[in-house]
């Protein structure tokens, strides 16, 4: 393992110099934050949307506040247009270079705009995190690790004027020495997320780790991800010890590949071995990394009853759109990134405050101005802060302030949905009285719950197809973190559902119709259709 520690030490030196620009930065957050937004006003003073903002005659934050309104994604979406046919200067100065995927609301996909100066602005929040995580936790040094940071590809896409759409490699984000640095100590090849089937990527995935019993550190971004990579293990695991020690890799649905070097000794020894115990399976697996806060809390407790004592750290926030905060070892809550863009946050009262002003124990909606060219750029993210490192504010994500579920990183939001539904019901002309779409943990497993009062049924099937045109939704299909949509139809679907806010505190006159909840629990609020005459219990 001398190549890992050296490559594991180069990575580190490699992220020291921007740690101390970061915890300089951390001594005066509202020094640092009026010179990024200075510099991101200097370099786009020459582009269509500082023209038409002033850019050239703003000098402080809170002139920038007054000149520039708040946005969200779709007041992008014709500049993202032209971007992606080739015109230049539409959002930024600094050229685009790609286009990152990431859901919709009214559309089934957003297209976020990638300059290299965004990706500089990434790289600023990653380094700290990983010089702070690697000198706080030296043991994971010692060997490789599995990073999974993008999806499972399905091609390279274009825009019409040739800008690609996705990263190449899941080591993009790191920059070129920190990408040749992390490929070289990956656990598993970057190659393996192109496989086509799911079945394919796990197995494969799995034959690389358990290729790697001095694996020190496993980066995953849904917690959900890794504990259903593993649950197939005792199923596949005569046929990975026999690849292991023959060196072949017999996929599931593939031809099988024999390009890998015979390992007898390591084979049986895991023979011997309860695919169950992770402890004997990965004995130097120092700590996990995954997020931890909101809907993923208790996904994370699970994910740590089945690594006894392995450290399990969660991530700061991070959009496709923006690195919000960093974790650091010790340290309760993500710390705002405060060199990565300028941010602003919207208290409960409406009112925008900047980073140095957020107080302790306050909820607060995030805001960003990036390098990529989105400006106040309302992120949807809600977050506490709990206490402050040093200046910075230390953050919990909390959820979305728009109507999104998001339990597996799925990103459904509302008027996504209803244009779903309503495809799906004009194409099989009905007219319903009552439709509400739920998430619910069913018999079959964790699933999005279509309740309909309707003549006729709606066939499933075509509603899971229309709402896997959401990017992100139909990765987790793909995954099995969601099953497939399931209709139940309900009597009285409309005076149910009023009833049932009702009871969970809302006041009648605060009650608005909505096709999307983000809770669970809603299927026993509703009356079954075969008892017509039943009253629930409410």
């Given amino acids: 393992m001398v190549k890992a520690r050296l490559a594991n030490a180069l990575w580190v030196a490699s992220c020291l110099l921007e740690w101390r620009r970061f915890t300089r930065a951390a001594e005066n957050v509202a020094e640092a934050q009026a010179q990024l937004l200075a510099g991101y006003l200097r370099a786009n003073v020459c582009t269509e949307y500082g ?6 005659s703003i000098t402080t934050p809170q002139e920038y506040q007054a000149r520039v309104p708040l946005t969200g994604y779709d007041d992008y979406v014709p500049a993202i247009e032209r971007i992606g046919e080739g015109a230049p200067s539409v959002l930024t100065a600094d050229p685009v270079r790609m286009f990152e995927l990431s859901s919709g609301s009214t559309a089934a996909s957003k297209l976020i705009p990638y300059t290299a100066r965004l990706k500089a602005e990434f790289q600023r929040g990653i380094a700290p995190w990983i010089f702070n995580l690697y000198s706080r936790c030296p043991q994971i040094q010692g060997g490789p690790a599995y990073w999974s940071v993008t999806p499972l590809t399905g091609g ?17 984000y790191l920059g070129p020495l920190g990408q040749w640095l992390v ?7 970057d190659a393996v997320k192109t496989l086509a089937s799911v079945n394919d990527f796990r197995y494969a995935t799995l034959f690389h780790l358990l290729r790697q019993p001095e694996l020190r550190l496993i980066s995953v971004w849904n917690p959900t991800f890794l504990t259903l990579l593993l649950s197939p293990l005792a199923d596949w695991w005569d046929s990975l010890c026999d690849d292991i020690q023959r060196g072949t890799l017999t996929l599931p649905d593939s031809p099988a590949d024999s390009r890998f070097a015979p390992a007898p000794a390591l084979a049986r020894r895991l023979k011997g071995v309860d695919p169950a115990d992770t402890a004997a399976l990965w004995p130097r697996l120092a700590l996990l990394s995954c997020w931890a806060d909101g809907p993923s809390a208790p996904y994370a407790r699970q994910l740590a009853e089945k690594f006894p004592g392995v450290r399990i750290q969660g991530k700061g926030l991070l959009a496709t759109e923006a690195f919000v905060s960093l974790p650091l070892v010790g340290v309760e809550g993500g710390v705002l990134a405060v060199n990565a863009h300028f941010f602003e946050f919207i208290d409960e009262a409406g009112e925008v405050r900047l980073a140095h002003q957020l107080q302790k124990g306050q909820t607060y909606a995030v805001v960003v101005t990036t ?8 992120l949807h993210d809600l977050v506490e802060v709990l206490g402050f490192w040093k200046q910075l504010p230390r953050l919990r994500f909390v959820g979305k302030t728009d109507r999104i579920s998001d339990w597996f990183g799925e990103k459904l939001e509302e008027r996504f949905v209803a244009n779903a539904l309503e495809q799906v019901f004009a194409a099989q002309q009905l007219t319903p009285i009552f439709a509400m779409l739920a998430p619910d943990e069913t018999p079959g497993g964790f699933r999005y719950v279509l309740y309909l009062e309707s003549d006729s049924s709606v066939d499933a099937a075509a509603l899971d197809l229309a709402l896997r ?14 099953q497939a949509v399931e209709v139940l139809p309900v009597a009285r679907g409309a005076e149910s559902y009023l009833r049932a806010c009702q009871l969970r505190g809302q006041k009648l006159g605060n009650i608005k ?7 669970t629990g809603w299927g026993g609020y509703f009356d079954d259709p075969a008892s017509p005459l039943s009253t629930k219990p409410f």
């Avoid at 023209?51 to 050239?56: C, L």
């Avoid at 390098?371 to 750029?377: K, V, W």
């Avoid at 045109?469 to 969601?482: E, M, T, V």
């Fill in 156 to 172: 390279k896409r274009f825009t019409p004027g040739g800008l690609p759409i996705g990263f190449e490699s899941d080591s993009a």
């Fill in 371 to 378: 390098g990529g060219g989105f400006y106040r750029y309302q």
């Fill in 51 to 56: 023209e038409r903002h002033g850019f050239a």
């Fill in 469 to 482: 045109a959401n990017f992100h939704y139909d990765y987790c299909r793909k995954l099995g973190q969601l």
């Fill in 183 to 189: 490929n070289s100590l990956m656990a598993v090849p």
């Fill in 513 to 519: 119709p909505a096709v999307l909840q983000k809770t």
